[in-house]
């Protein structure tokens, strides 16, 4: 079995409360909150705790909330590896409105990064990547830090013998889209990221796949996992290309299924399983985390009993 390192350069100290109304002008009255360490990669390696694996988080942290987090984090039991940065850790904000089920989530900046703060991080992480690992990129970049850093820990991966599997977004993910090689071992987007990447639209699975295979034989990356919401989600790789498809579920909350997705995918590569296996097992992840509140993540219970209704077939 290999170890999992996750990276999170962007984490976010998430507050999440409901009310029964939003509106503009008066003081709203919100019910008791819940605060969560976030951010990608910490999502990642909490949802991993959650499916009965382990990994290590290396994580940027900064201030008191750097500190706050730190020790939310390692209360989990999770094995944290903290990089100290200037200023604090962002935080974020969701609030339930009750009388329309409607989510608002509200993501306040971070701090912006300098490059030796930047060189500084790639010094410390260097010695974290380990010979036939699996390494998860997850989550936004911050300010500062250049847009392909991800290209940078791929190569530092490869050298090592280890394998990076990134799930990013914006100017990063164009940045990832592009990559010269070597190859990410495993790229996540959706069907919007995809969309806003390439400029073309995709209606069906096929297509996305298309598209898929299109960047697998450019040498961006050797496997592709691109989702379609609650339709599905499609797997590429030079060999293969299929579409996983969960049983109809009710969403609570959206937030954390990408990254149950990212941690049930790592998990079952790291045990040895196929491309196939780990993203019909990442599906019922995503599944199982929309059906929990708020910025809560999967269950495995719930994993397990989705895991039996996903249906595979070649697209």
């Known amino acids: 079995m290999s170890d999992i390192l996750t990276i999170t350069l962007n984490p976010a100290f998430d507050v999440s409360t409901s009310v029964g109304t939003v509106e503009p002008g008066p003081k709203l009255r919100c019910n008791e909150p819940r605060f969560d360490p976030g951010g990608g990669g910490v999502n990642v390696s ?3 705790l959650r499916l009965g694996g382990q990994s290590k988080a290396f994580v940027a942290l900064g201030g008191d909330t750097g500190n ?4 939310m984090l390692q209360a989990e039991g999770i094995a944290v590896m903290p990089f100290e940065i200037k200023g604090n850790t962002r935080q974020s904000f969701a609030v339930l409105e009750t009388s329309t089920d409607r989510q608002y989530r509200f993501q306040l900046p971070g701090p912006v990064w300098p490059p030796e703060q930047v060189a500084a991080m790639l010094a410390a992480l260097k010695p974290e990547i380990t010979s036939g690992s699996i390494v998860v990129m997850s989550g936004s970049v911050p300010d500062g830090v250049p847009a392909d850093i991800a290209r940078t820990v791929n190569q530092m991966a490869t050298d090592a013998g280890a394998r990076l599997i990134l799930d990013t977004s914006g100017a990063a993910l164009t940045a990832a889209a592009s990559n010269p090689g070597p190859p990410f071992a495993l790229l996540r987007m959706d069907g919007a990221e995809a969309t806003e990447v390439s400029g073309r639209s995709f209606a069906s699975p096929a297509e996305l796949a298309d598209y898929g295979l299109d960047l697998v034989r450019a ?3 050797g496997q592709l996992v691109m989702s379609m919401g609650a339709t599905g989600t499609v797997g590429v790789s030079e060999d293969e290309r299929f579409f996983c498809q969960p049983p109809r579920l009710e969403t609570l909350s959206a937030i954390g299924a990408g990254d149950s997705m990212v941690a049930a995918i790592a998990l079952e590569l790291s045990r ?3 491309l196939a296996d ?10 199982s985390a929309v059906l929990t509140p708020a910025t809560e993540l999967c269950t495995k219970a719930a994993a397990d009993e989705i895991l039996e209704k996903v249906v595979t077939k070649e697209v």
């Open 68 to 71: 706050t987090f730190h020790t």
């Open 46 to 48: 909490r949802a991993i």
């Open 278 to 287: 780990a993203v019909r097992h990442g599906v019922a992840a995503a599944g």
């Open 219 to 221: 040498g961006v990356a």
């Open 272 to 274: 040895g399983g196929s």
